[in-house]
Structures are given as structure tokens and as C-alpha cells.
């Protein structure tokens, strides 16, 4: 079941891309890689590489992250940013670097956090394209409507929406 959803939205992405784009991709590690989400991290990158090439991909985590976690991220491809301090708004500070840099054409954020829609508004702003991943329950409504395309991973049921992809 899950891996036809899977299938889905890979669908759905490489029609919605007519060229290669060039993705940053940024985790909130804290309040994503939690065990009622069981966020997978390979499988939003098999996802997100169906829309274009993922040029940055990092997972911010916190001080309490245990080496075992820091570890797997690093296994599934992604660059753990271990801060000491509030991780979000250590990941706007990347985003916005993203944003103001020639580096990338997509920004794609892995969150549930309503905080980030500012993040999402200035990248579009500057031309980038926008990707929201998050799971539910908590997904942020405004957070989904404000990116060019959400996806939500762990949902059931499919509602049709010209940018809400559920998986």
C-alpha cells in the first residue's frame, strides 16, 4: 500500500518538473525524526530526486541527538548540523543563505512548524521554488499552503489539491 502512494508521488513530481532542478533540502530533526512520524530519510530523498537533483541535504538536531542518530543520518546521505541552540532558527539561517545563493533552484523544508512559512514566502520571493515535507497530526495548514508543493508522508487518505501531495 505505502509503496504505491510512494509510486504516487514520484508520478505526480516528475510531471509537475520539466527540467532537472537543482534541491536544497533541510530536516527539522527534532520535531520530524520522532517515532510516531517514523520518518524515513531515504525514502524523502527518492521522493524529492523524482522533481530534480539534490545538490544540499542536512538534518538539523539538537545537543541531545545520540551518536546512533547522527550516524544513520550521515548512512542515509545527509549532513547532520548538531547545534547547541534553538535548531530553528539555526535551520532559517541556512535557509535564507540558501535562498540569497545561486546554489539551488528548489527549497524543500521537512517540517511540521508554522515558523518556517516566512522562510517559505522570502524563497519565493527570490525566484526559488518551494517544497514542504511534514507529517501529520500538527502539519501546519498555513505551512502547507504557502510552498508550491506539500507533500504530506504519512496520510492515509488522498484529498485532491492542485500542491498537496499525501503519502
Given at each position: 500500500?505505502k509503496?504505491?502512494?510512494?509510486?504516487?508521488?514520484?508520478?505526480l513530481?516528475?510531471k509537475?518538473?520539466?527540467?532537472?532542478?537543482?534541491?536544497?533540502?533541510?530536516?527539522?530533526g527534532?520535531?520530524?525524526?520522532?517515532?510516531?512520524?517514523?520518518?524515513?530519510?531515504?525514502?524523502?530523498?527518492?521522493?524529492?530526486?523524482?522533481?530534480?537533483?539534490i545538490?544540499?541535504?542536512?538534518?538539523f538536531?539538537?545537543?541531545?541527538?545520540?551518536?546512533?542518530?547522527?550516524?544513520?543520518?550521515?548512512?542515509?546521505?545527509?549532513?547532520?548540523?548538531?547545534?547547541?541552540?534553538?535548531?530553528?532558527?539555526?535551520m532559517a539561517?541556512?535557509a535564507?543563505?540558501?535562498?540569497?545563493?545561486?546554489?539551488?533552484d528548489?527549497?524543500a523544508?521537512?517540517?511540521?512548524?508554522?515558523?518556517?512559512?516566512?522562510v517559505?514566502?522570502?524563497?519565493?520571493?527570490?525566484g526559488?521554488?518551494?517544497?514542504?515535507?511534514?507529517?501529520?497530526?500538527?502539519?501546519?495548514?498555513?505551512?502547507?499552503?504557502?510552498a508550491d508543493?506539500?507533500?504530506?508522508?504519512n496520510?492515509?487518505?488522498?484529498?485532491?489539491?492542485?500542491?498537496?501531495?499525501?503519502v
Open positions: 500500500m509503496s504505491s502512494r510512494i509510486q504516487k508521488i514520484k508520478e513530481l516528475k509537475k518538473s520539466t527540467q532537472r532542478k537543482r534541491i536544497g533540502v533541510l530536516v527539522d527534532p520535531n520530524m525524526l520522532r517515532k510516531e512520524f517514523n520518518t524515513n530519510l531515504r525514502e524523502i530523498r527518492e521522493i524529492l530526486s523524482e522533481y530534480g537533483d545538490k544540499i541535504a542536512k538534518v538536531l539538537n545537543q541531545y541527538a545520540t551518536d546512533k542518530l547522527v550516524e544513520a543520518i550521515e548512512n542515509q546521505g545527509f549532513e547532520p548540523i548538531v547545534t547547541s541552540g534553538d535548531v530553528d532558527v539555526r539561517v541556512e535564507m543563505e540558501l535562498i540569497y545563493s545561486d546554489a539551488i528548489v527549497l523544508l521537512v517540517t511540521r512548524d508554522a515558523d518556517f512559512k516566512a517559505l514566502m522570502k524563497a519565493m520571493e527570490m526559488k521554488e518551494t517544497i514542504i515535507v511534514g507529517a501529520e497530526p500538527g502539519f501546519s495548514t498555513a505551512l502547507k499552503n504557502a508543493i506539500a507533500i504530506v508522508l496520510e492515509e487518505e488522498s484529498r485532491d489539491s492542485e500542491n498537496i501531495i499525501e
